[in-house]
């Protein structure tokens, strides 16, 4: 572990030694893409509490050993948790079989939170294989039947309206049905009053952030709850704190004989600690 101040950032850097068999299993195959397809990035809301970016070479293969590597790593007896987990990772956000779908999906991959317990949830993927794609989703979900036709986007929810999966042109939203608005509603926003990458908002600024590092993974989170415990500390106030949101950044890389993270933040690892202070 070292750390380090970057423009005006602290990095923590921890390189976590694995088994030479798993470390050559996942530096093989969790290979992040070069994939320059910004299209996916329109349809992050405003609102999100956290954004992860997963860039793999090849989703479906890059799964699947994660999958393996687990299993190598737990009592041959609890194979059963590894055949449970295998399709289960993926249901909050209403998939039924994680393979098949990660199979008919391009590289990138987005997934958002809008809360920080992670109780509303959205995942964006580009499609290679619409058909693939859909016969890999809960079957509470009759994609069979005609779509809504809502905010240039075909829509289907689930009897219930839990979840919905919308589909505007080779984008494909998924998740909890609000939250699958949301990211429509975003879109169309830009669309109409023809907002681009290059404007300078919120969410231009994550894409930029998402889109500039070469990660398997990336996480951005809202930090401004530790902003305001660590002025507690120090003594130190910053002006129109409250109102200021900004972000931690986590990467995550597979090395050959390691996996590589990087946290970046205001606070460094202190925010970590700090969380699990009551200050009042």
Request: glycine share 2%.
């Amino acid at each position: 572990w070292n750390m380090r101040k970057r423009q005006h950032k602290i990095e923590d850097k921890i390189n976590i030694k694995i088994e030479n068999d798993i470390s050559d299993l996942l530096s093989k195959n969790l290979v992040p893409a070069d994939s320059k397809e910004t299209d996916i990035y329109d349809f992050l809301p405003d609102s999100l509490f956290s954004v992860t970016r997963y860039s793999l070479k090849n989703p479906r293969l890059a799964y699947r050993s994660l999958i393996i590597a687990i299993a190598k790593s737990i009592d041959p007896s609890e194979k059963k948790i590894i055949e449970f987990l295998s399709d289960s990772l993926l249901t909050p956000y209403g998939i039924s079989n994680a393979e098949n779908f990660l199979s008919a999906v391009d590289s990138d991959i987005l997934t958002v939170r809008f809360d920080k317990d992670g109780k509303e949830t959205l995942a964006i993927v580009r499609v290679k294989d619409v058909n693939r794609a859909k016969r890999a989703i809960i079957k509470e979900i009759d994609l069979g039947i005609p779509p809504q036709i809502q905010l240039n986007s075909e829509i289907w929810s689930s009897e219930d309206d839990t979840f919905s999966v919308a589909i505007s042109k080779n984008i494909m939203i998924l998740g909890k049905t609000e939250s699958v608005r949301k990211s429509l509603l975003a879109n169309s926003k830009r669309i109409k009053t023809q907002i681009n990458l290059k404007t300078k908002s919120s969410v231009s600024d994550l894409v930029t952030h998402l889109i500039s590092r070469n990660a398997v993974s990336l996480t951005l989170t809202k930090d401004m709850e530790n902003l305001q415990k660590v002025a507690k500390v120090t003594g130190k106030t910053e002006k129109n704190m409250k109102d200021k949101i900004t972000y931690s950044l986590i990467e995550t890389r597979f090395n050959k004989f390691s996996i590589e993270r990087i946290y970046t933040s205001n606070s460094g690892f202190i925010s970590l600690l700090l969380e699990r202070v009551d200050w009042e």
